[in-house]
């Protein structure tokens, strides 16, 4: 049994090496990808999910990642990355195995427009 990327992939994988290379490249969108924000004169993650989001600095763009910044997410909407990582399970099929295990599936794609959580006032409980 194998484990196939979760939603997510290693950011040594030549994807995310390609996907970070330009903003005009064609791999880009394989993963989720926005510019930043200005507050106050300062650049910002592009959400609130500050803890999820990485800068990169050859785009200046910042990639989404759910987990550890050496995970970046894929973009799972895109149909090209969906072939894609068939593509890569076939292979593994073909050499056989016969399975595979879908850690974090309920994390595969995410909310159109990553809008901002809501932040939760803790001191209600005290």
Same mark, same amino acid.
């Given at each position: 049994?194998?484990? %196939?990327?979760?939603?997510h ?6 994807? =995310?090496?390609?996907s970070?290379?330009s903003? +005009? +490249?064609?791999?880009? #969108?394989?993963?989720?990808?926005? %510019?930043? !924000?200005?507050?106050?004169g300062?650049? /910002?993650? %592009?959400?609130q999910?500050?803890?999820? *989001? $990485?800068? +990169? ?8 990642? /759910? =987990?550890?910044?050496?995970?970046? @997410? &894929?973009?799972? @909407?895109?149909?090209?990355? *969906? ?7 076939? &292979?593994?099929? *073909?050499?056989?195995? +016969?399975? =595979? !295990? ?5 994390f595969?794609? $995410?909310?159109?427009?990553?809008? #901002?959580? /809501? &932040? ?7």
């Open positions: 049994m194998s484990v %196939p990327s979760h939603p992939i290693y950011c040594q994988h030549a994807w =995310f090496s390609v970070k290379s903003k +005009d +490249d064609s791999k880009h #969108d394989w993963y989720i990808w926005r %510019p930043g !924000r200005v507050a106050n300062e650049e /910002l993650p %592009p959400t999910r500050a803890c999820s *989001r $990485e800068r +990169d600095p050859t785009t200046g763009e910042y990639y989404l990642h /759910l =987990f550890v910044s050496k995970q970046p @997410d &894929l973009n799972w @909407d895109n149909p090209i990355v *969906r072939s894609a990582v068939w593509d890569v399970m076939r &292979l593994w099929v *073909r050499r056989g195995y +016969d399975g =595979f !295990r879908l850690d974090v599936i309920n595969i794609s $995410e909310t159109d427009g990553l809008p #901002d959580a /809501l &932040l939760a006032d803790h001191t209600q409980y005290y």
